[in-house]
């Protein structure tokens, strides 16, 4: 399975989200292979920041021909995934162009859920090309005692893009992973953790997969 994570919207999720889905897959005993297409190598710089081999492999590949070339690189490896640039580019094209399945992170505010339209818009050109790509929408960073991801999943209902029921919260633990470790290790047995072993459950569901 290839796995894209897109969002026009910067600050979305769709790194951290990259790097958590990766290593919940490879806690399934999978080789997954995590590709930045993104300039700004936030994937790769967390990579290097940490002070142990990561679980799953990580490479920086921002070129553009990424939907032709990367089948022939995964014969080694069980899964990709794909962290992308927040702009409609070459780059955000070729990597949903490479995908089974585009994730889209959204945020619980009005303002991301405009901005999907316009990730939505780039999904659907695939499509044009790629009929059989399937996409959802992940809530991200949801506040705790609030409603507000509840309007935010009725108002994603308008896109003809279905929204995940497992929904990954605010949380400080995420924030603190972005400097070289997943929640996976630091805490695996807390709630981020298992927000995150939820959603790659969920993700399984719904690619009609009963194994990563
Ligand atoms: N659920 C969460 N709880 C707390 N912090 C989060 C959560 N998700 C993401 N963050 C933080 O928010 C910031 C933006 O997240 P991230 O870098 O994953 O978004 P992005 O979509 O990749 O951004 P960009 O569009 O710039 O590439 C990061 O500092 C990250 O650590
Ligand atoms: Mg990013």
Same mark, same amino acid.
């Given at each position: 399975?290839?796995? *894209? !994570?897109?969002?026009?919207?910067?600050?979305?999720?769709? *790194?951290?989200?990259?790097? $958590?889905?990766? $290593?919940?897959?490879?806690?399934?005993?999978?080789?997954?292979?995590?590709?930045?297409?993104?300039?700004?190598? /936030?994937?790769?710089?967390?990579?290097?920041?940490?002070?142990?081999?990561?679980?799953? *492999?990580?490479?920086?590949?921002?070129?553009?021909?990424? $939907?032709?070339?990367?089948?022939?690189?995964?014969?080694?490896?069980? $899964?990709?995934?794909?962290? =992308?640039?927040?702009?409609?580019?070459?780059?955000?094209? =070729?990597?949903?162009?490479?995908?089974?399945?585009?994730?889209?992170? #959204?945020?619980?505010? /009005?303002?991301?859920?405009?901005?999907?339209?316009?990730?939505?818009?780039?999904?659907?050109?695939?499509?044009?090309?790629?009929?059989?790509?399937?996409?959802?929408?992940?809530?991200?960073?949801?506040? =705790?005692?609030?409603?507000?991801?509840?309007? #935010?999943?009725?108002?994603?209902?308008?896109?003809?893009?279905? *929204?995940?029921?497992?929904?990954?919260?605010?949380?400080?633990?995420?924030?603190?992973? /972005? /400097?070289?470790?997943? #929640?996976?290790?630091?805490?695996?047995?807390?709630?981020?953790?298992?927000?995150?072993?939820?959603?790659?459950?969920?993700?399984?569901?719904?690619?009609? !997969?009963?194994?990563?």
């Amino acid at each position: 399975m290839i796995i *894209t !994570l897109a969002s026009l919207k910067g600050g979305s999720g769709k *790194t951290s989200l990259a790097v $958590h889905l990766s $290593h919940a897959i490879s806690l399934e005993k999978k080789k997954v292979l995590l590709v930045d297409a993104d300039p700004q190598a /936030s994937a790769q710089n967390w990579a290097a920041a940490r002070e142990t081999k990561p679980p799953f *492999t990580v490479v920086g590949m921002a070129r553009n021909t990424l $939907h032709r070339d990367l089948p022939d690189l995964l014969d080694n490896f069980d $899964h990709a995934v794909i962290d =992308t640039p927040p702009r409609v580019s070459a780059l955000a094209r =070729t990597s949903i162009l490479a995908a089974d399945l585009v994730i889209i992170p #959204v945020q619980p505010s /009005s303002y991301d859920v405009w901005a999907a339209a316009e990730t939505v818009a780039l999904l659907d050109e695939a499509k044009g090309f790629k009929p059989e790509l399937k996409a959802v929408f992940v809530v991200n960073r949801v506040l =705790t005692r609030t409603l507000i991801s509840k309007d #935010v999943v009725e108002a994603l209902a308008e896109y003809d893009v279905p *929204t995940l029921s497992n929904k990954i919260t605010q949380r400080v633990a995420f924030a603190e992973a /972005s /400097s070289g470790y997943t #929640v996976l290790e630091s805490e695996p047995k807390k709630s981020a953790a298992k927000e995150i072993k939820a959603l790659s459950k969920e993700i399984l569901k719904f690619l009609e !997969l009963k194994r990563w």
